[in-house]
């Protein structure tokens, strides 16, 4: 399984959706079920794939993108929610402008906005280059 993949935890009486983190050892992985707040580690061999992150729905999409910004952005990010759409970065945008907004990614939905981001992994530092870049 990969980072961010969507899988189904079976503990012998229940199953429980969850995210899909890191491997821990060839046995066990790290894993942000849906109904518990913390992280937990578990045994491979009951968990299920279920989907990657082409086709996130909503809780996946922010599992990831809280654990990313956790783990490389002192766990902030930046979402915006506009009539055209959502916009995502990671970082906090301590200038926000036109520009700067127009640079995040955007998507007709959170998921989306947040797939594109994680995908050509855009952070504040890359669009405040890239802003630099176009009023020169």
Do not use: W
């Amino acid at each position: 399984m990969q980072f961010g993949n969507r899988v189904l935890y079976d503990n012998g009486s229940s199953n429980t959706l969850g995210v899909y983190l890191k491997e821990i050892s060839s046995h066990e992985a790290l894993v942000k079920l849906d109904d518990n707040p913390v992280k937990v580690v578990l045994p491979t061999d009951n968990l299920t794939f279920i989907k990657n992150m082409d086709n996130m729905d909503l809780a996946q999409a922010l599992v990831v993108a809280d654990y990313i910004a956790k783990e490389q952005y002192d766990g902030h990010y930046t979402l915006f929610g506009f009539s055209t759409g959502y916009r995502f970065c990671f970082g906090t945008l301590d200038k926000v402008s036109y520009h700067t907004t127009n640079l995040m990614p955007l998507g007709k939905t959170i998921e989306e906005a947040i797939k594109k981001a994680i995908d050509e992994k855009v952070d504040v530092d890359v669009i405040l280059d890239r802003e630099d870049k176009m009023l020169r």
